[in-house]
Nanobody, 121 residues
Framework: QVQLVESGGGLVQPGGSLRLSCVASGSIFKITNMGWYRQAPGKQRELVASIISGGSTNYADSVKGRFTISRDNAKNTVYLQMNSLKPEDTAVYYC???????????????WGQGTQVTVSS
């Protein structure tokens, strides 16, 4: 069994920073891709940032230069450092991890439970 536990969400003022963490645990053979999505009220879920096993990253245009995704393979953890936060960043953030749970199995995507990020004065 695999579990993803998110943390780091909360309330922050515009211009502030937050760091989200997502820790994968359980029966994990190999983690491939990791990413962060967000969903604001009345909007569809969108990809914020992703990182592959080799370290290459991809960001949504709206967060480029402000957000940084990183991973700690030894801890099976993916982070999202969010700087210069804006009110429009307010959303529920979800981590997504693709992994091989056992030898010979097909890579499968797992979702975290989501963490609320609110940017407001």
């Amino acid at each position: 069994q695999v579990q993803l536990v998110e943390s780091g969400g909360g309330l922050v003022q515009p211009g502030g920073s937050l760091r989200l963490s997502c820790v994968a645990s359980g029966s994990i053979f190999k983690i491939t891709n990791m990413g962060w999505y967000r969903q604001a009220p009345g909007k569809q879920r969108e990809l914020v940032a992703s990182i592959i096993s080799g370290g290459s990253t991809n960001y949504a245009d709206s967060v480029k230069g402000r957000f940084t995704i990183s991973r700690d393979n030894a801890k099976n953890t993916v982070y999202l450092q969010m700087n210069s936060l804006k009110p429009e960043d307010t959303a529920v953030y979800y981590c997504n991890v693709f992994m091989v749970a056992s030898y010979g199995s097909t890579p499968f995507g797992y979702w975290g439970q989501g963490t609320q990020v609110t940017v407001s004065s």
